[in-house]
């Protein structure tokens, strides 16, 4: 869950006005404090992050490179979760820093035309780690007792990257992804997308020691996409060890060595087999209420991928052979409306902000991650939603293309979360390719990883009226176009119809 969900489009609107205001001088807003109500559906961890509100930001915001947190869900009075009760629980926030200001990081690369410098550093809870010299002495540690069960509630807060994360000679136990529980599934390393929490249990049956968590990119384009190929680290120490970091660090004058840390084995940086095989071990725990619609009303197929425009004349780019790079779904690269909200023009039935005309399916259809003609790379621009009546069933398949590269997209849909039925490599094949569907217990996610050269196929009832953005969660590829709205329609009854705006929403 995230709490830009169930009934809360207005938030999600609120969000995208503070990033649209503050970024156009000619849409200025005073500072102003603003409260929301919502109702918790899930218990588990859900992302919450930017520096505007306490959600997942539904347009890119690069102070979110510095400003994150984690919203906890507990179960409610009386009930209790369907694992092991930990003894205690630790947030782990994997994030990136840059030296730079971020801002500007952004602002030069847009101006620019090419993709953003990577990170300096990953972090964990806003520490580097021991790796890096600037920060040892600030390395976070996470105390424990022997033979004690612990959940780590691992959030993704990074920009641009997919993580790899483990804890030397420890298990993970995963018990649940994206504010929904799981069955069990014991691993030695996850894997997560930028948006993507996973809750695991760690049980403390080693010798009394120091043990390093640690994260580190999984980059799945090819060598030429640059990334941070850095490893952060963290310390799980037993409190019994000699010499624990409290004491270490305190003001004592009597000396005192901690043991060094053992560090865990990490998978390379593009192991997509060791990736693919964590994400399609999830399976959803039987505590899950919601069930897999069995009848679709409405098959989608989009395309995700990035593309190239030529340079404007006049311009220098420095994207490939002097190109402009963008993203788009189904050919069509997202542009931001430029004065209202698309939820505040569909609420006041306002024209020229959006269209409804994003394409049930591709254009034009092509070998999607084969040699793809240059033709094909330089998508249309628009303001685009696809229309939902309230109820229908919708599956939608999510393409990789080889369109300058082939790449793993963390793809996540505001206001809802999606059963994940499948997903491959190559191009999806409707004939062969449905044997593969699972309805019995699929992952239950609002942010799924399109494999790099694959697909992945996904269904949910529309059911939460307004609009709802999805998109790819790599903040270079939503600045560049990755990007959709689905427009669900007033169902019947107040409870199915969209709220009024709050009486505090920012105006020009």
């Not at 306490?54 to 919203?71: E, N």
């Not at 022997?146 to 000679?169: D, P, W, Y």
């Not at 030429?224 to 270490?248: G, H, M, Q």
């Not at 340079?311 to 189904?330: D, L, V, Y």
Request: hydrophobic share 40%.
């Amino acid at each position: 869950m995230e709490a830009c969900n169930y009934y809360t489009p207005w938030w999600c609107c609120l969000v995208g006005l503070f990033i649209l205001f503050a970024s156009a001088a000619s849409f200025p807003i005073a500072a102003e404090t603003h409260y929301h109500e919502f109702v918790a559906w899930d218990s588990t961890t859900a992302n919450s992050m930017g520096r505007w509100s306490v959600i997942r930001d539904p347009v890119p915001d690069p102070t979110r490179a510095t400003v994150y947190g984690a919203l906890i869900i507990k179960p409610r009075a009386g009930s209790s979760y369907p694992f092991t009760k930990p003894k205690r629980e630790f947030p782990v926030l994997l994030g990136e820093w840059w030296t730079s200001n971020p801002i500007d990081v952004v602002n030069q690369a847009l101006r620019a035309g090419a993709a953003p410098n990577v990170s300096d550093a990953y972090t964990i809870n806003g520490q580097p780690g021991d790796l890096y010299n600037c920060s040892r002495k600030d390395t976070i540690v996470f105390p424990v007792d022997s033979g004690e069960t612990n959940l780590l509630r691992v959030v993704n807060s990074g920009m641009n990257q997919e993580l790899f994360f483990t804890v030397a000679n420890h298990k993970l136990t995963v018990v649940g992804v994206d504010a929904s529980y799981t069955k069990p599934l014991t691993t030695s390393v996850i894997m997560l997308g930028p948006g993507q929490t996973t809750d695991v249990l760690i049980t403390t049956d080693q010798p009394a020691g120091r043990y390093y968590m640690a994260a580190r990119a999984y980059a799945s384009a090819p060598p030429i996409v640059a990334f941070d190929n850095t490893t952060t680290t963290a310390i799980l120490e037993y409190k019994s060890v000699p010499c624990p970091s409290t004491k270490a660090h305190s003001k004592s004058k009597s000396k005192c060595n901690s043991p060094r840390p053992i560090f865990p084995f990490l998978p390379a940086y593009n192991d997509t087999r060791t990736a693919t095989a964590f994400t399609t071990s999830l399976r959803s725990s039987s505590y899950l209420t919601p069930k897999v619609p069995a009848d679709v009303d409405v098959s989608l197929f989009f395309t995700v991928g990035l593309g190239l425009n030529p340079c404007a004349p006049g311009r220098t780019c420095q994207g490939p052979n002097g190109t402009n790079f963008t993203a788009s779904m189904n050919n069509v690269s997202f542009v931001l409306p430029s004065t209202l909200s698309i939820l505040q023009a569909y609420y006041r039935g306002v024209n020229g902000v959006f269209t409804t005309n994003f394409p049930p399916i591709p254009p034009t259809q092509f070998d999607y991650t084969g040699n793809v003609s240059r033709a094909l790379w330089t998508p249309m621009r628009g303001t685009e939603a696809y229309r939902l009546k309230f109820g229908t069933t919708v599956q939608l398949v999510l393409q990789d293309t080889n369109i300058f590269v082939t790449e793993n997209h963390p793809i996540h849909l505001h206001g809802y979360s999606f059963f994940i039925l499948a997903e491959g490599f190559g191009n999806f094949n409707p004939r062969t390719d449905p044997a593969k569907f699972n309805f019995v217990d699929p992952p239950h996610r609002n942010t799924v990883g399109v494999p790099v050269g694959g697909w992945a196929v996904i269904r949910f009832v529309a059911d939460n009226p307004g609009t709802w953005l999805m998109h790819c969660h790599y903040d270079a590829h939503l600045t560049w176009g990755l990007a959709m709205v689905f427009l669900v329609d007033n169902g019947v009854g107040e409870l199915e119809t969209l709220e009024p705006p709050p009486a505090d929403l920012p105006r020009c």
